[in-house]
RNA sequence: GGCGCAUUCGUCUAACGGUUAGGACGCAAGAUUCUCAAUCUUGUAACACGGGUUCGAUUCCCGUAUGCGCUACCA
């Protein structure tokens, strides 16, 4: 049988980063042993549901490259499908008509409210004294028949146990007792989400469920209501959590975009790496190659290297240089470093574009040049944002100067301001403005001023590009080319900041 | 409160009873005399604790501690 999986968001949100990382295994699953990877969105909250949510999802997933091999499916498309199973258990006997009028959220925090009336239960609570559960079918029928409003329980057996082997936290027991009678269906007729899951995962032939390590729980109450239907249980994987600096919950409220997976497109990370730093994260290859190419992942991805332990992704908020995990930041580094020149030039196209640095020559008679300045220039950057900020000077005239570069290597040799024209005038007349002779004729004016080379490559250096690094100087004048090195060394405007 | 899961350098991780506990990021030092957040070299740093089992435990078992998850007519 052909392994179907799915990746399952609900469109509240962003694409969270631990979401991105169940997309990502959910993907390299499917695709490591020729299976099928689905996109279903659960949209059943029409409250929280936005459809601005729903294109950021699909924007980050599109980012990825996780495509779907089959047409996304909308659960909120499939409730009558839901609401024909709750009716056929109930009519089955396998679940009840629950009249208990519906409690209304009070003023405090949901999530506390249950916190605390579970505590308050402790573990002394009886999940099958519902006063409904045994009510008669004909009394049930009539209080339906009257208007009365009910809730459609899962009729849980007395005696038993949920039982599955999760491919990665192993042997998974509960006894019965332990599940309480789940709401299938609410008094108003909406399906509830673990009835919503287990149809939909039916419906779309399901083998393999990968998620969250927070459902464990449900998969017992979904298991239920898989046998209550009397249809085959999937195979389960759950995936460990991504947690916060000092093991706390990763989240919008506390830590902001950090989360968000639009974040880092639009800092200038490459999806190859941001995919590459998330499969390692709660998984290993077994092997010490860190840098992997998708292929590389799917040959070597399998659902026994992940772990049962949380992961976390570490970041400063507080350091702009470690605004997110370094390791993140270094592999993308080096992925802009190190990838083949013709796989990053469209993405530094984009990023050109979007700063209104681009121009159409570059493909064309400025191809060269291009291509070998993008070469050139890459090796220190980190991300594309670097190509349109650091790299600015190499695509534009109008670029801006780092006031430490300025004070480090100008102002504190103010005879730089002389020097600095009079080596244009120099470079203006070079026979042939190349490395070695431009090394040269720096090299003897440096001598011949009683400075050091570095003063003036340095000095050079931060009137042509406005910083305090790049590559070596001789590749930055023949880059730059005369007629602009020497329109920038003759500039003041440098000197009046 | 109950149920469950976890615990190797600061972080991501390797190890499946016998290793000087390995790699990567970070950090530090040195090198590179035109810089550097690049590159190269070196270094730094971990088996949560207590009992067992065993000739021998990071590895197996139990307990403690700590952390996390779940606990809804949310998804």
Redesign the pocket.
């Known amino acids: 049988m052909t392994v179907r999986v799915r990746f399952a968001p609900?469109p509240?949100g962003y694409l969270h980063i631990g979401s991105a990382r169940t997309a990502l295994f959910n993907y390299l699953y499917a695709r490591s042993v020729g299976g099928k990877f689905l996109l279903r969105i659960?949209?059943?909250?029409q409250k929280?549901s936005t459809d601005e949510s729903l294109s950021s999802i699909l924007d980050g997933l599109d980012w990825l490259g996780f495509a779907p091999d089959e047409e996304i499916v909308f659960?909120s498309k499939n409730i009558e499908i839901h609401r024909a199973a709750a009716l056929r258990l109930l009519a089955e006997g396998k679940a009840y008509r629950?009249f208990?009028?519906?409690?209304e959220p009070g003023d405090q925090n949901?999530?506390q409210a249950?916190?605390d009336?579970?505590?308050r239960?402790?573990?002394d609570k009886n999940l099958r004294d519902n006063p409904y559960r045994e009510l008669s079918t004909e009394e049930s029928d009539a209080r339906a028949a009257a208007g009365e409003?009910?809730?459609i329980r899962l009729k849980v057996p007395e005696n038993g146990q949920t039982i599955f082997e999760d491919a990665v936290?192993?042997h998974?027991e509960?006894a019965y007792s332990?599940t309480?009678d789940?709401?299938l269906l609410?008094?108003?007729g909406?399906p509830?989400?673990?009835l919503?899951v287990v149809c939909d995962d039916i419906e779309m032939g399901i083998t393999d469920v990968i998620r969250g390590?927070?459902?464990?729980?449900?998969t017992h109450k979904q298991i239920l209501i898989y046998e209550a239907l009397g249809e085959k249980v999937p195979n389960f994987a759950h995936l460990?959590?991504i947690?916060a600096?000092g093991?706390?919950?990763l989240s919008k409220r506390l830590h902001g975009e950090i989360v968000s997976m639009t974040t880092y497109r639009d800092a200038g990370f490459l999806a190859a790496a941001f995919r590459n730093f998330l499969a390692?994260?709660?998984?290993?290859p077994?092997s010490?190659q860190?840098i992997m190419t998708m292929d590389e992942l799917v040959a070597a991805f399998s659902l026994d290297?992940i772990?049962?332990?949380?992961?976390?992704?570490?970041f400063d908020a507080n350091n702009p240089?470690r605004w997110t995990?370094?390791?993140a930041?270094?592999m993308n580094?080096?992925y802009v470093?190190t990838m083949p020149l013709g796989e990053l030039l469209p993405h530094v196209k984009t990023e050109l574009k979007a700063a209104k640095l681009w121009r159409d020559e570059y493909e064309d008679e400025d191809r060269e040049w291009y291509e070998k300045t993008v070469d050139l220039i890459r090796?220190?950057f980190?991300t594309l944002r670097d190509f349109s900020s650091?790299g600015r000077a190499y695509f534009s005239e109008d670029y801006d100067f780092?006031p430490a570069a300025v004070n480090k290597n100008l102002k504190k040799f103010p005879d730089l301001e002389q020097w600095l024209p009079e080596l244009a005038d120099r470079l203006e007349t070079l026979a042939d403005f190349s490395e070695q002779p431009i090394?040269d004729l720096v090299a003897a004016m440096a001598e011949e001023k009683g400075t050091?080379?570095?003063v003036l490559?340095?000095g050079a250096?931060t009137a042509l590009t406005g910083?305090?690094?790049?590559?070596?100087?001789?590749?930055v004048f023949e880059t730059v080319g005369r007629e602009r090195s020497v329109m920038r060394l003759k500039s003041k405007v440098v000197w009046n900041l």
């Open positions: 609900s509240t659960e949209d059943t909250d929280r659960q629950d208990t009028p519906k409690e949901v999530k249950i916190v009336r579970a505590r239960q402790g573990g409003p009910f809730a936290y192993g998974n509960r332990e309480e789940l709401v609410r008094s108003d909406s509830l989400y673990n919503a390590q927070d459902h464990i729980n449900n460990p959590l947690l600096p093991g706390k919950k390692l994260l709660g998984w290993s077994k010490e860190e290297g772990h049962r332990n949380p992961a976390i992704f570490n240089k995990d370094d390791k930041i270094w580094a080096e470093r090796e220190r980190f650091q780092d090394h050091k080379l570095g490559m340095n250096r910083v305090a690094v790049g590559p070596s100087m001789l590749a």
